[in-house]
C-alpha cells in the first residue's frame, strides 16, 4: 500500500509559476513510478508527466513540455512538479499516481494503482 498526498496547488496569475508536491508513504517508493493527471470540471482526468523510478526517465504531455519539469527523490519519498509559464488552460485538480515500476512507459489512468487527494490549481487570465 502507498499513501499519496499531494500540496502547493492554489491561485496564480497566467504566466506565473507553482511548484506541486507528492508526499509518500507505505512500501518502497523507489520502485514505483509516479506520475501526475489532471482534471478540469466536467472532463476525462488526463496524463500530465511521469518520471520512472530511478529518476532518469521522464515523460511529459505535449501541452505543458517545455513548461513543466517532474522530479523525485527517493530519499525524501517525494515527487515534484515544477509548472512555469502557466495558462488558463492548465487550471484543474493536480493528482500524484504511483505504480509499480515494471519499465513500461503508460500515460493512462488505468494504468497506477494509488492516488492522492489532488490539489487545485486554478490559473488566471
Known amino acids: 500500500q502507498v499513501q499519496l498526498v499531494e500540496s502547493g496547488g492554489g491561485l496564480v496569475h497566467a504566466g506565473g509559476s507553482l511548484r506541486l508536491s507528492c508526499a509518500a508513504s507505505g512500501r518502497t517508493f523507489s520502485s514505483y513510478a509516479m506520475g501526475w493527471f489532471r482534471q478540469a470540471p466536467g472532463k476525462e482526468r488526463t496524463f500530465v508527466a511521469r518520471?520512472?523510478?530511478?529518476?532518469?526517465?521522464?515523460n511529459y504531455a505535449d501541452s505543458v513540455k517545455g513548461r513543466f519539469t517532474i522530479s523525485r527523490d527517493n530519499a525524501k519519498k517525494t515527487v515534484t512538479l515544477q509548472m512555469n509559464s502557466l495558462k488558463p488552460e492548465d487550471t484543474a485538480n493536480y493528482y500524484c499516481?504511483?505504480?509499480?515500476?515494471?519499465?513500461?512507459?503508460?500515460?493512462?489512468?488505468?494504468?497506477?494503482?494509488?492516488w492522492g487527494q489532488g490539489t487545485q490549481v486554478t490559473v488566471s487570465s
Open positions: 499516481a504511483a505504480r509499480w515500476d515494471s519499465g513500461a512507459i503508460v500515460y493512462t489512468s488505468l494504468d497506477y494503482t494509488y
Open positions: 518520471i520512472n523510478w530511478s529518476g532518469a526517465i521522464t
